[in-house]
């Protein structure tokens, strides 16, 4: 009999809102913003000083945001470090940067590639600096889809509890290309952590949240 | 009853050539598919697939030619792999999984190309083989090919599919080779791994499949997938880890679920990519994981770090070394550079294997690994 | 020569997205990595292509970065010697 998961809490981001656990936590008083100075308020707005957010390209800093909202919602537990996974995916891959890089090597006159641009022309780089925030060092994987598919994900996620020792997954969808975004992160438990029930994770419940945003 | 997780047929193709026969070769007489190649104002050392007998290979094949280069060598690479095969991935059994870092890059400089998009270039691949399943890609750096294998073997383990076709290719490209070049993380000669005078990566292309079943087919020396693990070292997003803990840690993952302790292991496939910081990383881990001794190589001197190719590359290269009982010399290697010393294999040899161990690690701080072995 | 360190200093400030900070916060000989302003190894490398792409001065050897990069004052020196020659 293999054991229940759960859905501790959840993060969507899109049209300049931020929703945790189904309630709107913060709103973006500017009409129309940039997806960066959007999320450059939602950084102040969380309170931290974190000075590697500001050198973070676009796509990371939506995965980033997403990822301090809901660990804020779940009440910052302590985590099993190395039982820890994160588990992503999105459908533009780093494409946002990409083009930023092959930008700067087109005219091979006006041609200087930048590190700091180019360390960022991979999807998992955002995987990367939430654990290095959080200190989460347990399974990686950054998958491609063309679209957020609900029975795909719970397959994958199912699949990585009953074949590694994880205990807990930050999971979802964060896509990014140019003012078009989107991010939808949920954290899955083997039990209620910090007192939190949740919802049992299966494609319904996941199907549900994604869509409505409602956490029920 | 848990399915075991069997290696039925598998292919590489890089500048070494279209076949696993051909790479084994050169592996053999220690010949490297690494040259010297002019762009961008420079002079690179990278190992280029033979554009003609691409041409000539996808000729052969005569399916219709509108395909990017990429799906060309992917769509060569699976055949070749399903050849003589009953297994086929338009079956309802059968699930492909993709591994890329940077897919159709090659695309990028035309505006709207769709095929830029990762899982566009999936899809036009699954089409060709009229997949029954939705097919999968994995995209993260250059473990991508290794978490492929690992996600085959949960698949099958799980009893999800039967079999799973697992394909990790990427393109030699100006974007990578610029985007590395300006991390100077270029080596001025052939990548040296674990040499003291190593300077960085040579840059390569290719593509290696493997068809993975919970059936095995032929009755000795059957090879099987026994483990496979990933971490992240949390420590920062280029520069990789001064300790070595979180490859440690992929490590001690595979061999736990495997039931193997270090000294079973015969043979380790490192990642290897001869860059000053990387094999020091390599080093460290190795010895956090007690294997010092066991006889270790880096195949990036053949065919030069075909990133999200190279977990597949390799794993294939490791499971041909466990099949035929060989291992084969680190090509570029001559002094030890790294602080804590491994055992770097010198020359061609044969040797008793019962499990190999293949590991990997990437930009934003990723390690993966992954253990085969012999039943017999 | 401190009037170009401290335009010098804003200059890095913006093209390093170090953002938190103000000018005022970060003094000329302040080190700029470890302990310093926290610098890293892209940041290091970000400063090879932006004395190239600014001042027209190429660094080869990423190690040779290590001496000039020590604080503000240091790249100002060091810019100022390769004009002059």
């Given at each position: 009999m293999k054991k229940d998961l759960h859905i501790l809490g959840s993060c969507h981001i899109e049209n300049d809102k931020i929703w945790v656990n189904g309630k709107t936590r913060y709103e973006s008083s500017?009409?129309?913003?940039s997806p960066i100075a959007f999320l450059k308020s939602a950084y102040k707005e969380l309170g931290i000083k974190y000075a590697k957010f500001h050198k973070m390209d676009a796509l990371c800093k939506l995965g980033f945001i997403a990822s301090e909202f809901l660990m804020e919602g779940l009440g910052r537990p302590d985590l099993p470090t190395t039982k820890t996974g994160i588990h992503l995916c999105n459908s533009s891959s780093s494409l946002d940067t990409d083009m930023r890089h092959q930008e700067s090597i087109n005219d091979l006159e006006k041609y200087y590639p930048s590190p700091a641009v180019f360390v960022?022309?991979?999807?998992n780089i955002v995987i990367g600096e939430i654990c290095i925030k959080n200190k989460i060092q347990g399974e990686n994987a950054f998958f491609i889809f063309d679209v957020f598919n609900a029975s795909e994900q719970v397959s994958l996620i199912r699949m990585l509890f009953e074949e590694t020792d994880t205990e807990c997954c930050l999971c979802g969808w964060v896509d990014l290309l140019k003012d078009e975004y989107e991010a939808f992160l949920y954290w899955i438990d083997v039990e209620p952590r910090n007192g939190k029930q949740g919802l049992i994770f299966n494609e319904l419940n996941l199907e549900h949240l994604y869509k409505t945003k409602k956490f029920v | 009853m848990t399915p075991a997780v069997h290696m039925i047929s598998n292919n590489m193709i890089s500048s070494l050539g279209f076949t696993t026969a051909e790479h084994i070769e050169s592996f053999r007489l220690g010949q490297t598919g690494i040259i010297p190649f002019q762009t961008l104002n420079e002079t690179f050392h990278v190992s280029p697939i033979n554009q003609a007998l691409l041409e000539q290979e996808w000729d052969a094949l005569a399916?219709?030619?509108?395909?990017e280069k990429l799906e060309k060598l992917f769509i060569l690479s699976i055949s070749k792999t399903l050849?003589?095969?009953?297994?086929?991935?338009?079956?309802?059994d059968c699930l492909i999984i993709l591994s890329s870092t940077?897919?159709?890059?090659?695309?990028?400089?035309?505006?709207?190309?769709?095929?830029?998009?990762l899982y566009e270039m999936t899809r036009n691949i699954a089409r060709h083989f009229e997949a029954a399943n939705r097919p999968q890609i994995i995209s993260?750096?250059?473990i991508s090919g290794t978490l492929a294998g690992i996600m085959a073997y949960r698949y099958i383990k799980s009893g999800r599919y039967k079999h799973v076709v697992v394909s990790g290719g990427d393109l030699l490209s100006d974007f990578t080779l610029s985007g590395f070049n300006a991390f100077k993380a270029?080596?001025?000669?052939d990548c040296k791994p674990f040499d003291k005078n190593r300077d960085g990566v040579s840059l390569g292309e290719g593509v290696g499949t493997i068809l993975f079943s919970s059936e095995s087919q032929n009755s000795d020396n059957v090879i099987q997938i026994t483990g496979g693990a990933s971490s992240n070292d949390?420590?920062?997003?280029s520069g990789p880890s001064r300790t070595g803990d979180g490859l440690h840690l992929a490590i001690q993952g595979a061999m736990k679920q495997a039931g193997?302790?270090?000294?079973?292991?015969?043979f380790l496939s490192a990642h290897?990519?001869?860059?000053p910081y990387n094999d020091e990383m390599e080093a460290k881990a190795f010895h956090l994981s007690g294997l010092q001794d066991c006889p270790i190589n880096s195949f990036?001197?053949?065919?030069?770090?075909?990133?999200?190719?190279a977990g597949l590359l390799e794993c294939i290269a490791a499971i041909e070394s466990l099949r035929r009982n060989e291992i084969y010399p680190s090509l570029g290697f001559e002094e030890m550079g790294v602080s804590q010393p491994v055992n770097i294999i010198k020359e061609f040899r044969k040797k008793e294997l019962h499990h190999v161990l293949k590991t990997a690690s990437g930009f934003g701080g990723c390690n993966a690994s992954i253990i085969f072995s012999k039943v017999s | 020569m401190e009037a170009f360190a401290n335009k010098l200093k804003v200059q890095i400030i913006q093209h390093l997205n170090l953002?938190?900070?103000?000018?005022?916060?970060?003094?000329?000989?302040?080190?700029?990595?470890g302990e310093g302003l926290g610098l890293d190894s892209i940041d290091a490398l970000e400063l090879i292509v932006f004395l190239e792409k600014e001042y027209g001065i190429k660094i080869?050897?990423?190690?040779?970065g290590k001496q000039i990069f020590q604080s503000v004052n240091t790249i100002a020196s060091f810019i100022q010697q390769h004009q002059n020659t």
């Open positions: 500017v009409q129309d913003e960022y022309t991979l999807p | 399916v219709q030619p509108n395909y050849e003589n095969q009953d297994i086929h991935p338009r079956n309802d940077k897919g159709n890059i090659d695309v990028l400089k035309q505006n709207h190309n769709r095929n830029a998009y993260t750096a250059c270029l080596g001025n000669t949390a420590n920062h997003i193997l302790s270090q000294n079973d292991i015969g290897g990519t001869a860059t990036k001197g053949y065919f030069g770090h075909t990133l999200g190719a | 953002e938190d900070l103000e000018p005022d916060e970060v003094g000329l000989d302040d080190p700029l990595f080869e050897n990423p190690e040779e």
